[in-house]
């Protein structure tokens, strides 16, 4: 069974540019999940998808930041237009509906902004 | 606001020792909680978790960690370290009123002497 993959590995754009991140979940996961740790800090909690729908999107930072997740399947992240304080590394989770279980994780996408 | 505290930010045991991996919650009420770990170049993956089912809780590879209540704490041990233990561990709870979204401690890289 393939696991979480994200697309790219890593991302270097200049301040004001626009970068989009994609996320593929595992099969059959409904609940989809975007992270971020800026460096040195905690994993901090963006935003979370049931199917299509945005269940909780508390933690995104401001309206640059656009998260969308098509026919609930895969997920895009897209920044626009980029500050230096984006920078970091952006975690895709999934997991099935069970509160409180695992949530499995990509490997992540570095994002740097110059 | 529930928070996570990990105490120490880097950890260096040598092989063979005990690995001791502290991990402090705030909370009333006792929550779900993981112990996830990073490799080098790798995603975020699951060690162990608890639910509420048993206070000592067994993991992957070896790890171990147990539930005190009254110390408001979710250690993680593990007898003997090997040096493919070495890598980042990050304690998680669940939030209390979304049961999915995770708060997360700041990490600790465990650093092993030869």
């Known amino acids: 069974e393939a696991g979480v993959t994200q697309f790219p590995s890593h991302s270097v754009i200049e301040k004001g540019q626009t970068v989009t991140l994609r996320c593929d979940p595992i099969?059959?996961?409904?609940?989809l999940y975007w992270y971020r740790r800026v460096m040195g800090k905690e994993i901090k909690f963006l935003l979370h998808?049931?199917?299509?729908?945005?269940?909780?999107e508390s933690g995104m930072p401001n309206n640059r930041f656009l998260a969308e997740r098509t026919g609930g399947t895969y997920s895009t992240l897209k920044v626009q237009p980029a500050e230096l304080e984006d920078s970091g590394v952006y975690f895709c989770?999934?997991?099935?509906?069970?509160?409180?279980?695992?949530?499995?994780f990509g490997p992540g996408t570095r994002l740097t902004v110059t | 606001a529930q928070s996570v505290t990990q105490l120490g930010s880097h950890v260096s045991v040598s092989e063979g020792a005990l690995v001791l991996l502290r991990c402090n919650y705030s909370?009333?009420?006792?929550?779900?909680l993981f112990w996830y770990v990073q490799y080098p170049n790798q995603g975020l993956q699951l060690l162990l978790k608890?639910?509420?089912?048993a206070t000592l809780v067994k993991g992957i590879n070896g790890f171990e960690a147990e539930f005190k209540k009254s110390e408001t704490s979710f250690h993680l041990t593990k007898p003997s370290a090997h040096m493919s233990d070495a890598a980042e561990y990050f304690c998680?709870?669940?939030?209390?009123?979304?049961?999915?979204?995770?708060?997360w401690g700041a990490g600790t890289k465990l650093i092993i002497k030869p």
């Open positions: 989770a999934s997991s099935l509906g069970t509160p409180g279980g695992e949530q499995y």
């Open positions: 909370s009333s009420v006792p929550p779900y």
């Open positions: 998808f049931v199917k299509e729908s945005k269940q909780d």
């Open positions: 608890y639910t509420s089912a």
């Open positions: 998680a709870v669940v939030r209390l009123d979304s049961n999915y979204q995770l708060i």
């Open positions: 099969s059959g996961h409904d609940n």
